[in-house]
Protein backbone atom coordinates (compact mmCIF):
# COMPACT_ATOMS: atom_id res chain seq x y z
CA UNK A 1 0.00 0.00 0.00
CA UNK A 2 1.01 3.60 -0.60
CA UNK A 3 -0.26 6.58 1.48
CA UNK A 4 -0.25 10.15 0.08
CA UNK A 5 -1.01 13.54 1.46
CA UNK A 6 -0.83 16.86 0.36
CA UNK A 7 -0.15 19.90 1.19
CA UNK A 8 0.56 23.44 0.20
CA UNK A 9 -2.73 24.88 -0.89
CA UNK A 10 -4.86 27.95 -0.42
CA UNK A 11 -5.89 31.36 -1.82
CA UNK A 12 -4.05 33.38 -3.84
CA UNK A 13 -4.43 36.30 -6.26
CA UNK A 14 -3.98 36.07 -9.49
CA UNK A 15 -0.29 35.70 -11.01
CA UNK A 16 0.91 34.10 -7.49
CA UNK A 17 2.74 31.52 -6.73
CA UNK A 18 2.23 28.12 -4.46
CA UNK A 19 4.23 25.23 -4.40
CA UNK A 20 2.17 21.75 -3.02
CA UNK A 21 3.48 18.93 -1.58
CA UNK A 22 2.92 15.54 -1.99
CA UNK A 23 4.67 13.21 1.03
CA UNK A 24 4.25 9.05 0.28
CA UNK A 25 4.67 6.60 2.89
CA UNK A 26 4.42 2.58 3.02
CA UNK A 27 5.66 0.51 -0.04
CA UNK A 28 7.25 3.82 -1.94
CA UNK A 29 10.01 1.51 -3.51
CA UNK A 30 7.22 0.47 -5.33
CA UNK A 31 6.24 3.79 -6.76
CA UNK A 32 7.17 4.19 -10.65
CA UNK A 33 5.30 7.60 -11.58
CA UNK A 34 3.66 10.38 -10.18
CA UNK A 35 1.77 13.06 -11.06
CA UNK A 36 -0.95 15.97 -10.18
CA UNK A 37 -4.64 15.68 -11.81
CA UNK A 38 -7.27 18.40 -10.70
CA UNK A 39 -10.27 18.60 -10.83
CA UNK A 40 -12.11 21.91 -10.82
CA UNK A 41 -16.48 22.71 -10.08
CA UNK A 42 -18.55 20.55 -12.37
CA UNK A 43 -15.51 19.88 -14.83
CA UNK A 44 -13.64 15.97 -15.22
CA UNK A 45 -10.35 15.57 -12.84
CA UNK A 46 -7.49 16.16 -15.50
CA UNK A 47 -3.54 15.28 -15.57
CA UNK A 48 -1.87 18.50 -14.80
CA UNK A 49 1.63 17.00 -14.73
CA UNK A 50 3.52 13.69 -14.41
CA UNK A 51 7.37 12.66 -13.41
CA UNK A 52 8.49 9.39 -14.90
CA UNK A 53 10.67 6.87 -12.85
CA UNK A 54 13.49 8.24 -15.08
CA UNK A 55 12.75 12.19 -14.95
CA UNK A 56 10.90 12.49 -17.44
CA UNK A 57 7.86 15.21 -17.41
CA UNK A 58 4.78 15.94 -19.35
CA UNK A 59 2.37 18.99 -18.76
CA UNK A 60 -1.26 20.03 -19.64
CA UNK A 61 -0.74 22.57 -22.29
CA UNK A 62 -2.09 25.49 -20.35
CA UNK A 63 0.31 25.40 -17.35
CA UNK A 64 3.72 24.87 -19.21
CA UNK A 65 5.78 27.40 -18.76
CA UNK A 66 4.26 28.28 -15.09
CA UNK A 67 4.27 24.50 -13.11
CA UNK A 68 7.12 22.78 -12.33
CA UNK A 69 7.04 18.91 -11.01
CA UNK A 70 9.72 17.63 -9.46
CA UNK A 71 10.38 14.26 -7.18
CA UNK A 72 12.47 13.79 -4.39
CA UNK A 73 12.93 10.49 -4.11
CA UNK A 74 14.94 9.94 -0.77
CA UNK A 75 12.13 11.94 0.80
CA UNK A 76 9.15 10.53 -0.77
CA UNK A 77 7.63 14.17 -1.86
CA UNK A 78 6.60 15.18 -4.94
CA UNK A 79 6.35 19.19 -5.31
CA UNK A 80 4.28 21.06 -7.71
CA UNK A 81 5.43 24.63 -8.58
CA UNK A 82 3.14 26.78 -9.43
CA UNK A 83 3.88 30.46 -10.69
CA UNK A 84 1.51 32.60 -12.32
CA UNK A 85 -1.60 31.26 -10.96
CA UNK A 86 -4.92 31.87 -12.87
CA UNK A 87 -8.73 31.85 -12.36
CA UNK A 88 -8.94 28.97 -14.48
CA UNK A 89 -6.20 27.07 -12.92
CA UNK A 90 -8.50 26.58 -9.53
CA UNK A 91 -9.42 22.95 -8.41
CA UNK A 92 -8.68 20.32 -6.07
CA UNK A 93 -5.40 19.13 -6.37
CA UNK A 94 -4.63 15.36 -6.18
CA UNK A 95 -1.61 13.63 -6.47
CA UNK A 96 -1.39 10.23 -7.88
CA UNK A 97 1.41 7.65 -7.63
CA UNK A 98 1.53 4.42 -9.74
CA UNK A 99 3.53 1.28 -9.06
CA UNK A 100 5.12 -1.12 -10.92
CA UNK A 101 3.54 -3.58 -13.06
CA UNK A 102 4.37 -6.54 -10.58
CA UNK A 103 4.83 -7.42 -7.26
CA UNK A 104 4.11 -6.85 -4.63
CA UNK A 105 2.12 -3.99 -5.50
CA UNK A 106 1.20 -4.85 -9.39
CA UNK A 107 0.58 -1.34 -11.13
CA UNK A 108 -2.02 -0.78 -8.38
CA UNK A 109 -2.83 3.20 -8.54
CA UNK A 110 -2.80 5.58 -5.34
CA UNK A 111 -4.31 8.35 -4.80
CA UNK A 112 -4.12 11.32 -1.84
CA UNK A 113 -7.58 13.35 -0.70
CA UNK A 114 -6.60 16.65 -2.47
CA UNK A 115 -5.82 20.50 -1.38
CA UNK A 116 -7.80 22.96 -3.05
CA UNK A 117 -6.19 26.28 -4.80
CA UNK A 118 -8.13 29.09 -5.22
CA UNK A 119 -7.06 31.53 -7.87
CA UNK A 120 -9.25 34.90 -7.20
CA UNK A 121 -9.41 37.19 -10.31
Known amino acids: QVQLVERGGGLVQAGGSLRLTCAASGSTFAIASMGWYRQAPGKQRELVASIGSGGNTEYLESVKGRFTISRDTAKNTLYLQMISLKPEDTGAYYC???????????????WGKGTLVTVSS
Open 96 to 110: NANTWPHAPLFGEKY
